[in-house]
């Protein structure tokens, strides 16, 4: 009888949320909505490895046709990789996880330079994880043959987008900057094959879910080097579409 009170009990509960429109809430929370997510108990302790998309945000992640560079021109001209992607770097504990893009002057000579969203995507976190980050963005990305990636830029001088907000690419999303005072000004550049929200560490023996960057953005790219054209969702934004 005790059982049967509850179950009904919780069942006007969902009932009377539902109603009120809190239960939508609760379906379209990202992992940076909740004081308290599952397996997480203290909101300064998150672990980023338990952070996944919710189904809302996975349904609103668009497919993206093309990649471009997220520094410097459209086909990354003005632009060199100070630091590639697996370069050993012994003082910081191992092979280099991204690549650290700048523009040719070096230094701090590209601080405060746009930096673009490498193609149509979905703002999945935007933010400061820990000091040596920095701001950091971090977008979901659907490949034409259903791959799910992300891409990482870290070290920000600021961030233009929000969490959530759709993104196009060659979309202006945030400047280079210096992960306050840490580095020299650049941008770091990650790329994914992942469902979930990892900030991860910038050096690593194990490759886990990286991808080299500048490899995986040509072989997406799905046009000629010096073909430029504006993305699709670019497109539907200047022309006042709602999604």
Do not use: C
């Not at 996944?52 to 349904?59: E, L, M």
């Not at 469902?195 to 560490?201: L, Q, T, Y």
């Amino acid at each position: 009888m005790v059982t049967l009170t509850l179950v009904a009990a919780a069942g006007i509960i969902a009932v009377v949320m539902w109603r009120l429109g809190n239960f939508s809430d609760v379906v379209r929370m990202g992992i940076q909505d909740a004081d308290r997510p599952l397996v997480m108990p203290e909101k300064d302790k998150i672990d980023h490895r338990f952070q996944f998309p919710s189904a809302w945000q996975i349904a609103q992640i668009p497919v993206s046709s093309r990649f471009d560079p997220p520094l410097g021109t459209e086909n990354g001209v003005l632009v060199y990789n100070a630091q590639k992607y697996r370069e050993m770097n012994e003082k910081r504990g191992g092979p280099h996880s991204g690549d650290d893009l700048n523009g040719i002057g070096g230094m701090d000579t590209d601080l405060g330079d746009p930096v673009l969203s490498p193609a149509d995507g979905l703002v999945l976190f935007a933010g400061e994880p820990s000091p040596g980050w920095g701001k950091t963005l971090v977008i979901a990305h659907k490949t034409t043959d259903g791959r799910s990636l992300h891409s990482m830029m870290a070290h920000l001088n600021s961030i233009d987008v929000s969490r959530g907000a759709l993104v196009p690419r060659g979309g202006k999303i945030g400047t280079v900057g210096t992960s306050n005072g840490y580095y020299p000004a650049h941008l770091h550049f990650e790329m994914r094959a992942s469902h979930g929200v990892d900030i991860g560490a910038g050096y690593g023996a194990a490759v886990l879910n990286r991808l080299d960057p500048n490899a995986t953005v040509a072989s997406l790219r799905n046009s000629t080097t010096d073909a430029l054209s504006p993305s699709p969702l670019m497109l539907a934004l200047r022309n006042g579409v709602n999604f």
